[in-house]
């Protein structure tokens, strides 16, 4: 089933539940490669598969005055974004099912980089090797 967009607090609280982990994609208005990450990274097939697979994903506008429920606390998009230290954009948050970040991604992922950051993160490899020994295929399981 593909992904959709869910608010944060429904991510969280639907992590809780099943343990999956959290996407976070943080981005502006005014941003090319934001948009261009719509408009070719998140419609492929198999990302939105992944992505449906691992997470729930939550989008925030870092621009946004508008507020959300993160850990509990009431803040607004901005606001949060500051506070996880986010400069540019596109950032990729991945977090774990207790709103704990992970791992943070600044700027456009190609779709096969994404993909297997998804992965990655997805299946805890990130626990037993680095990324580029993943990726490069001379990881083992």
Known sequence: MPF??????E???NAQLDGKKILVNVYTDWCEYCKKMDATVY?????KNSIS????SVRI????EDTLVFNGVEISQHDLARKMGIRSYPTILFLDNSGDLILQINGFMPIGDFKNMITFIGEDIFHKTDFHEFASGEWNR
Not at 53 to 56: F, K, P, R, S
Not at 61 to 64: E, V, W
């Open 43 to 47: 419609k492929d097939s198999l990302i």
């Open 53 to 56: 697979t691992y997470y729930h």
């Open 61 to 64: 506008n870092a621009d946004s």
């Open 4 to 9: 959709s967009w869910v608010s944060m607090e």
């Open 11 to 13: 991510a969280q609280n």
